[in-house]
């Protein structure tokens, strides 16, 4: 068990720019949820994977965010024309099939926009 | 639809005090509730998890909680507060009607007085 890899885990980017961030789960986790995390507050879910399909999305989840699981290993979470609000803590975390398995975190990408 | 009320955004003890930090949850089916430590600029880590069996939970580094059916409530505690336990706690329940997202609450900041 490696644990959950979040690269990269700053980013800064002038508002109007694209980023993408990539997350490298537990090797045996079948199910990938990324949250975004802003200053003093709780992790919001935006999105998750059942191996590579992507089966919910959040309202949070705007047009100009996309994920991508494509060979239901690692992910991807790209912003298109960042914007000041999309200034957070991006979490990825990683679990087996069951509503009773315990999410395992990675470090997270913090993203800042200028 | 769930949701997690943690009582107290911030919360002190003395070194070797109880600590007591407290979450309330709504779910209308039998919840999995779950107790996440944060330190800075890291990513959370899972201290303990109810699901079903036995209400009193044991996690690691000495923490345990109790779930509550009839008061909605799954508290954490430690019988005497260490200096290292200073950091952001967040209790989440788990969506059993979506894909097992977690749902946070806002979070508890514990710090820790020699």
């Known amino acids: 068990d490696t644990g959950v890899s979040q690269n990269p885990r700053h980013k800064i980017t002038k508002r109007g720019q694209n980023v993408t961030f990539r997350c490298d789960p537990i090797s045996e986790h079948n199910r990938l949820y990324w949250y975004r995390q802003t200053l003093g507050q709780g992790p919001e879910f935006l999105t998750y994977?059942?191996?590579?399909?992507?089966?919910?999305k959040s309202r949070l989840l705007s047009d100009r965010f996309s994920a991508e699981r494509p060979k239901g290993s690692f992910s991807t979470l790209e912003i298109q024309r960042t914007e000041q609000g999309d200034s957070a803590m991006y979490l990825c975390?990683?679990?087996?099939?069951?509503?009773?398995?315990?999410?395992?975190f990675g470090d997270g990408t913090r993203l800042s926009i200028l | 639809a769930q949701s997690v009320t943690q009582l107290g955004s911030h919360v002190s003890v003395s070194e070797g005090a109880l600590v007591l930090l407290r979450c309330n949850y709504s779910s209308s089916v039998p919840p999995y509730l779950f107790w996440y430590v944060q330190y800075p600029n890291q990513g959370l880590q899972l201290l303990l998890k109810y699901t079903t069996g036995a209400t009193l939970v044991k996690g690691i580094n000495g923490f345990e909680a109790e779930f509550k059916k009839s008061e909605t409530s799954f508290h954490l505690t430690k019988p005497s507060a260490h200096m290292s336990d200073a950091a952001e706690y967040f209790c989440?329940?788990?969506?059993?009607?979506?894909?097992?997202?977690?749902?946070f609450g806002q979070g508890t900041e514990l710090s820790v007085k020699p």
């Open positions: 975390a990683s679990s087996r099939d069951g509503f009773n398995q315990p999410q395992h």
């Open positions: 989440a329940v788990s969506d059993r009607s979506q894909g097992g997202k977690l749902i």
């Open positions: 994977f059942q191996n590579e399909a992507q089966l919910e």
